[in-house]
């Protein structure tokens, strides 16, 4: 299902054209309105008027999440104030949050451009969604909301939590679309388990899930449990909140809503743009936002970009599933390693449960990595030699894939915190200073 | 004329194995052999006990990682030597012994040795054809 043919299959020369036109618009309203910008583009000695092409955006500054924080909370809104009808914040468990002002075009903006997710996800009026991302300040619960209100599905604002009564309800309810965290999905499934429900049977057939980067593996895992179509979105706060990208059925990277959002892969240490196909950190620009616009903002997601058109139709370029956030990226005895590529080799693991934790520690100067997994019966023995056994087979797969040598601990079921948002997948006990 | 035995993975944490009795006991479910082979990490805790389906299935509704094993109860006579000759018998099979624990009958002179072989069929087998008792699961609960 393509919800705008126009924008969402258009040739990209004309793509670009419009991108243009609006960078060009963007940059200028931004010189105009917002002094942090104003500031920072003289600063690099550049004027709305040297953009005459999509390739002079590298003459224009980065934004980092670090400046907005600066700006808390209105500092670079780029409307004003009168106009803003709605905010939203990122969680900002440390410092001030990042605040995004929407105004009221913005929200028709976001609306469809979570709108072009669900039904890139398969998503139409008969279906009913059950959107369990949280409702609030965290952008989630309302962006999925107003996409699906604008497809004219039936939405079910669940928002996390009270996973017993949500279980109850999809089945009730017949709920057809699931909207949540993968690691929620996985934690409504293990809930429906214990209240001897099989979500397999029920009429659920697609999850719409995001916020936290994912493995392939997990995808499995999540299919198989639910008995459904698990597709991953993109976005964040600081840009619109969900609705920057989609994946499709094909299940081969996430379009991203070009006419909206103009993406870069950049090297994260140089600030070089790079090609198509090289890993880098996701920069994007914001083409249409009223209330926050953005120009090239670091978002410190790891992806890589690909400007095939896809064979659903679209011609909208594909970012690769985020591979993890710089921040998360762990440096352990000089190896870099993403949460998400060690999950992605347990769940190689067969049948082992996809409850999992990562446990850093000091110990005598050298940093080490122990994975805890919860046992199951499945993997259980009565044999010591094999539970043993088990634990090195997967400590040397991660070592065989990752490079990195880590401890592997088992621990008894339901040990393991269970999230309603965003799972929190390390811990880390280092004593730094 | 094999034996349930209920095994259950435990972490090596104070009162774990505390929580298993009690859970077991207002159940007034009877362990009649107990084991923990353990490792620095955790523990294996391997039981008989007098209702093996019951005891399964409360301990994994607690949510403990719980295992079904079976394994050959035999009936060793208490004097020395008594069971080096039935290991011997399960050695010159060449069949695997995984391990084993024993425990004493309180009505019995003779004291009771769990095993947990390769092939428990081939084993038991082998043991009745040199006569040694193997006691049944309802010789086990009347113990």
Not at chain 1, 73 to 86: H, N, Q
Not at chain 2, 38 to 49: K, N, P, Q, S, Y
Not at chain 2, 66 to 75: G, M, N, R, S, T
Request: charged residues 30%; proline residues 4%.
């Amino acid at each position: 299902m393509i919800w705008n043919k126009k924008y969402e299959c258009m040739p990209r020369q004309e793509l670009e054209t419009l991108q243009l036109k609006r960078l060009k618009e963007v940059t200028q309203r931004v010189y105009q309105s917002v002094p942090f910008y104003k500031q920072k583009f003289k600063e690099r000695g550049v004027y709305p008027d040297d953009i005459n092409s999509l390739k002079d955006l590298d003459k224009l500054p980065f934004t980092t999440k670090s400046e907005l924080r600066e700006g808390y909370p209105f500092g670079l809104f780029a409307s004003p104030l009168k106009e803003i009808v709605e905010f939203h914040t990122s969680s900002g468990t440390t410092g001030k949050p990042v605040v995004d002002g929407y105004t009221h075009k913005d929200i028709i903006t976001w609306s469809e451009v979570t709108a072009r997710c669900l039904s890139c996800a398969g998503a139409t009026a008969k279906d009913i969604i059950h959107n369990a991302y949280g409702y609030g300040l965290f952008t989630g619960g309302l962006g999925i909301h107003y996409g699906a209100r604008l497809i004219g599905a039936k939405t079910i604002p669940i928002s996390g939590g009270q996973t017993t009564r949500q279980v109850m309800m999809m089945q009730d309810f017949k709920s057809t679309i699931l909207t949540c965290t993968p690691s929620y999905a996985l934690h409504i499934a293990e809930v429906a388990k214990e209240m001897g429900i099989d979500l397999r049977k029920l009429p659920l057939r697609v999850g719409v899930l995001g916020a936290e980067p994912w493995s392939e593996n997990m995808r499995k895992e999540i299919e198989s449990r639910l008995g459904i179509t698990a597709l991953d979105i993109y976005g964040l706060t600081e840009i619109i909140g969900p609705g920057v990208a989609q994946e499709c059925p094909e299940k081969n990277g996430l379009h991203i809503f070009e006419d909206h959002f103009l993406p870069e892969i950049i090297n994260p240490e140089t600030g070089e743009i790079l090609g198509e196909g090289e890993e880098g950190e996701l920069v994007l620009t914001t083409l249409t936002r009223e209330g926050t616009t953005l120009i090239r903002y670091r978002t410190g997601d790891i992806s890589r970009i690909n400007y095939q058109p896809c064979r659903c139709g679209r011609t909208l370029a594909r970012i690769e599933k985020i591979k993890g956030r710089i921040d998360d990226m762990l440096i352990i005895r000089g190896v870099n390693i993403f949460p998400s590529q060690i999950e992605d080799v347990l769940m190689r693991i067969e049948e082992a449960e996809p409850h999992y934790q990562l446990i850093l520690e000091r110990k005598k100067g050298l940093d080490e990595l122990t994975v805890e997994l919860e046992t199951s019966a499945a993997i259980f023995s009565d044999e010591v030699r094999k539970v043993e056994e088990l634990e090195k087979k997967i400590a040397q797969e991660i070592e065989e894939t990752l490079g990195l040598r880590v401890g592997v601990r088992l621990v008894e079921p339901k040990t393991i915190q269970r999230s309603m948002g965003k799972a929190k997948r390390l811990i880390d006990k280092r004593k730094l200073k | 004329m094999k034996v349930k035995q209920i095994s259950v993975f435990l972490e090596n944490k104070i009162g774990r194995l505390a929580e298993i009795t009690k859970i077991l006991g207002d159940k007034e479910i009877n362990i009649r052999a107990l084991s923990i082979a353990d490792t620095a990490e955790f523990g294996i805790l391997r039981m008989i006990v007098s209702q093996p389906e019951e005891t399964y299935s409360i301990l994994e509704k607690s949510g403990f990682t719980v295992l079904e094993a079976e394994v050959i109860v035999v009936e060793v006579a208490d004097k020395p030597g008594g069971l080096a000759q039935i290991l011997e018998i399960i050695a010159k099979a060449n069949l695997n012994l995984e391990y084993l624990y024993a425990f004493v009958s309180p009505k019995g002179r003779n004291a009771l040795v769990v095993l947990k072989v390769e092939k428990p069929s081939e084993a038991i087998e082998l043991l009745t054809r040199k006569k040694v008792k193997i006691l049944t699961m309802r010789e086990i609960e009347k113990l």
